[in-house]
């Protein structure tokens, strides 16, 4: 099922022309993707998980794709819980951004950079494939994230102004 919303998501706006959602669906998946960087932040993973739909699907640069709630959130709660501590960053910005009816997809650059107290300081960047989908009474939701590392979304590659 996933497969297919993915492919939808891709695939649907190269093929037709329907109405694209407007500035207020466009703002409220933007306004998503600021909590979900707010929420990385402070390594708040119950806010973290509440930017996602009830059975999300990421394919990470370099991992297993993990499948559901309870994956996604084993994944990352060992990662954020100290992250208050180790000064770390996240910054994205979007490259695409399309919505179709209740689905939208955007293709976004991301960097996180962490100067742990006690360790060496780490950077990274990639490239993300966003699925979002509205859910009623809920607004929109991630549902799907692919990231693959790229040369030119490393953070050595860019400059602070194209940092969002």
Same mark, same amino acid.
């Not at 929109?140 to 040369?151: C, F, G, L, N, S």
């Given at each position: 099922?996933?497969?297919? !919303?993915?492919?939808?998501?891709?695939? +649907?706006? =190269?093929?037709?022309? @329907? #109405? $694209?959602?407007?500035? &207020?669906?466009?703002? *409220?998946?933007?306004?998503?993707?600021?909590?979900?960087?707010?929420?990385?932040?402070?390594?708040?993973?119950?806010?973290?998980?509440? !930017?996602?739909?009830?059975?999300?699907? +990421?394919? =990470?640069?370099?991992? @297993? #794709? $993990?499948?559901?709630? &309870?994956?996604?959130? *084993?994944?990352?709660?060992?990662?954020?819980?100290?992250?208050?501590?180790?000064?770390?960053?996240?910054?994205?910005?979007?490259?695409?951004?399309?919505?179709?009816?209740?689905?939208?997809?955007?293709?976004?650059?991301?960097?996180?950079?962490?100067?742990?107290?006690?360790?060496?300081?780490?950077?990274?960047?990639?490239?993300?494939?966003?699925?979002?989908?509205?859910?009623?009474?809920?607004?929109?939701?991630?549902?799907?994230?692919?990231?693959?590392?790229?040369?030119?979304?490393?953070?050595?590659?860019?400059?602070?102004?194209?940092?969002?």
């Amino acid at each position: 099922m996933k497969y297919w !919303t993915f492919c939808v998501a891709i695939i +649907l706006p =190269l093929i037709s022309t @329907p #109405a $694209l959602g407007d500035a &207020e669906d466009e703002q *409220a998946i933007r306004d998503l993707a600021a909590k979900w960087v707010d929420a990385y932040r402070a390594g708040d993973i119950d806010a973290l998980m509440a !930017t996602y739909t009830d059975d999300p699907f +990421l394919a =990470l640069a370099g991992r @297993p #794709a $993990l499948r559901g709630r &309870e994956e996604v959130r *084993a994944f990352f709660e060992p990662r954020i819980s100290d992250f208050a501590r180790q000064n770390v960053d996240v910054s994205m910005k979007f490259e695409r951004f399309e919505i179709v009816g209740d689905l939208a997809y955007t293709i976004t650059l991301n960097w996180v950079t962490t100067q742990p107290d006690d360790g060496e300081p780490y950077s990274a960047g990639a490239r993300s494939i966003l699925v979002y989908r509205k859910l009623p009474e809920l607004g929109w939701r991630m549902e799907a994230d692919i990231e693959q590392r790229t040369p030119d979304a490393e953070v050595d590659a860019i400059t602070e102004t194209e940092i969002e």
